[in-house]
């Protein structure tokens, strides 16, 4: 599949430079699989729009303060993206400028006040990702007086709270689970209010956890989709989670990702009658248009990038609704229409769910 089918035009002021405020009053839109009919609402009638019987499927992974501005010992400036911790206070990261970086140069990262300092030594480097060893007892207790919320490049407001990059469920509770250096931005719309409505209603929720990468927001810059080769992320899915999944496919019930890298670990995971085991690992899976689904019966997501892995997942999943129109088709024509309602697009804009 050629990625200029990925391509659309948006215009710059519908790129959310800041969450709506409270969450739930983002807006919804409804897509229809079976013959890409949009309906628009409020995100927080989302649980009167789904079955009493379904399942949510959340990623609770914690996003880290994880960009750091540092100088070198000549006194040059040095930018470090933290993607996942391979080793104690040894990390993945992106630098810039890279170009000039040399293994066993000395980098002090330091907070906003100069109170709070970090000493770090790049290691090695294999492309774009170079390995950062910090001198510390724990670098992580460190990291939320010396970096910053990482937000996306097209975001270029600041951000006055960075707990709004954060879904309201984020784990913070052991450092086994992996660590995100991007918000899983479908679970960003929730409120205790939303959960309280999704209980009364009888909808249950599981979590599993997802380490979100960079690369998960990253243009695919080969000319096809066959060419692009897949970003790889952490995850776990516990026993409990497990368990409620394949129960829930036992009775018929429907299973509902928030989010695509929800849906990236239960695809990964589920066998080929839907079912899932408790697992940990790393998936580098890449769902485009022509895939067939296995575990997911709905998905909840964003408005994605043009020419993105998302937009090319998003677009597969609404192909699979048994109409002939191509899903790739309903969803730029849904974005159109989402286009000239003035939803608002990306990170902190609204939502969509597909159905």
Known sequence: M????????????????????????????????????????????LPDLLQPNDLLVFNNTRVLHARLHGQKESGGRVEALLLREVAPNLWQALLKP???????????FASSDGATTVDAEPVSRSGAVWLLRFDAADVRTLLPLVGEMPLPHYIKKRLADGARYQTVFADASTQSLPDSAAAPTAGLHFTPAVFEALKKRG???????LGVGIGTFRPVQTATLE??????????????????????????????AVGTTTTRVLESVADENGSVTPTGGSTSIFIQPGYRFRCVDAMLTNFHLPRSTLLAMVSAFAETGGASLPGLE???????QAIDARYRFFSFGDAMLIE
């Not at 790889?232 to 409990?240: H, I, L, M, T």
């Open 98 to 108: 890279s170009a000039r970086l040399r293994p066993g140069a000395k980098i002090q």
């Open 203 to 209: 909808i249950r929720h599981v979590f599993i956890t």
């Open 227 to 256: 060419e692009h080769v897949m970003h790889e992320e952490q995850f776990v899915v516990s026993e409990a989670t497990a368990e409620a999944i394949n129960h829930q496919r036992q009775i018929g019930g429907r299973v509902v």
């Open 2 to 45: 050629l990625t200029a089918a990925l391509e659309y035009s948006l215009p710059e002021e519908l790129i959310a430079q800041e969450p709506v405020e409270p969450r739930d009053q983002s807006r919804l839109m409804r897509l229809r699989r079976a013959d890409g009919a949009v309906q628009h609402h409020k995100f927080a009638e």
């Open 330 to 336: 309903k969803v730029l024509h849904a974005y159109q």
